[in-house]
Every structure is written in C-alpha cells, then in structure tokens.
C-alpha cells in the first residue's frame, strides 16, 4: 500500500524557515516524480514544485510564488521528500500535501502537514 | 501561471446531472491532453476521479465523466447522490509545471 506521510509543519514567524519531510513508501520512491501541493485555509489548492526522479536528471520545477525562497530535495536513500521553506511570508499559511501526482492515471497524497507563518 | 478558472459553486438536486467547467488557455488545458479532475472534502486529502480528460481511476463511479474542447476542460456528474457533495479541482499539466483550478462547490440539494 502506497503510503505518504508529511511532517515538520509548525508556526513561525515572517521571514523564518522551515523544513518540511514525507517520508514515502509501498512504491519505488527513486523512479518517481515527487511533487508538493498546498492549501490555504478555504482556499483551492496550489502546485507548489516538483523534482524528477535522478534518472529523469532529478531536475527541479517551481511555482513562480515560491521561486528563489522554497527548495524541493530528496533523498533515495530514506524514501523521504523535502521541502525547505525560506523568508516565509503569511501568504505561505497551508496545509502543505506531498503527492505522486503524473497525470497519467492514479497518484497517491498525504494528510497533509500545517504551516502556519504568523507573527 | 494563473489558476483555471472554475465556477465557485454549481447545485442539484439528486439524480439530476451537472456540469463544472474548467477554462484556461492555449498554454495549458489548450495543449495538454494531461487534464485531470480532483474530489476534496475539507480536511481530507484530495481524491483523483478523472485523469487523461476523460479517463475514470478504478473505483471512481461511471456517472463521472470528463471532456475538453479547446481551452476549457468539463466534469459531469449524472445521477446526483447526496455523496458528491464536496469540492472539485480541475488541473493541467502545463510546459514544465501543473496548474489548479480555484475549485467549485458542488451542493446537493
């Protein structure tokens, strides 16, 4: 069973930074493209970036609000995602999703993890 | 890139059927055949139902189906049941990214 589980969310303030981790498994995690989502609270959700699998070249795509502040790694070795989250701005408060999302059949999310950027 | 714009709410009562549209552009719905469709309930983690335009995951009810014409992708709904109720995403695969709709509402009444 496919199974993704984020962690690291918590409150911090403006212009801080944040790691966030989730951790993958029931699945070849390595030969997979990973991708962050988030959702603001009573928003709609948003894609945040990906990162190809490093046979795919491991290259890294991001959403032009995150640009320059947000960096996705991973970590084969670990099964495990990251996002690290830098001058977090209030705009950034969500629950942020990792998914295996391809568009081309099913994919699988997790619960989610609470960011919350508030002084 | 702007979100697809989606209806913020659409109703029906049971066992009619209903349509949420889904518009972008010529960079996205416009040139992707990559069109999937998203059901989220709050608090809940979002649950594919149609993928590839019009394409239904195993397990997902055969009275969903989704279509594209130009730049605007549809999800219909037939047979409403008070279960549908919950949020709906629309999403695009665009050059080197994936956009959101804003979602919609849908209400049974």
């Known amino acids: 069973e496919v199974q993704l589980v984020e962690s690291g969310g918590a409150l911090v303030k403006p212009g801080g930074s944040l790691r966030l981790s989730c951790a993958a498994s029931?699945?070849?995690?390595?030969?997979?493209?990973m991708t962050w989502v988030r959702q603001a609270p009573g928003k709609g959700l948003e894609w945040v970036g990906r990162?190809?699998?490093?046979?795919?070249?491991?290259?890294?795509d991001y959403a032009a609000s995150v640009e320059g502040r947000f960096i996705i790694s991973r970590d084969d070795s670990r099964n495990t995602l990251y996002l690290q989250m830098n001058s977090l701005m209030t705009e950034d408060t969500a629950l942020y999703y990792c998914?295996?999302?391809w568009g081309r059949g099913d994919d699988s999310w997790g619960q989610g993890t609470l960011v919350t950027v508030s002084s | 890139q702007s979100a697809l714009t989606q209806p913020a709410s659409v109703s029906g009562s049971p066992g009619q059927s209903i349509t949420i549209s889904c518009t972008g552009t010529s960079s996205d719905i416009g040139s992707s055949n990559l069109v999937s469709w998203y059901r989220n309930h709050p608090g809940k983690a979002p649950k594919l139902v149609i993928y590839e335009v019009s394409k239904r995951p195993s397990g997902v009810s055969t009275r969903l189906s989704g279509s594209k014409s130009g730049n605007t992708a549809s999800l219909t709904i037939s047979g409403l049941q008070a279960e549908d109720e919950a949020d709906y995403y629309c999403c695009s695969s665009t050059d080197s990214s994936w956009v959101f709709g804003g979602g919609t509402k849908l209400t049974v009444l």
């Open positions: 998914t295996t999302i």
């Open positions: 029931g699945f070849t995690f390595s030969d997979t493209w």
């Open positions: 990162i190809k699998s490093k046979s795919d070249g491991g290259t890294r």
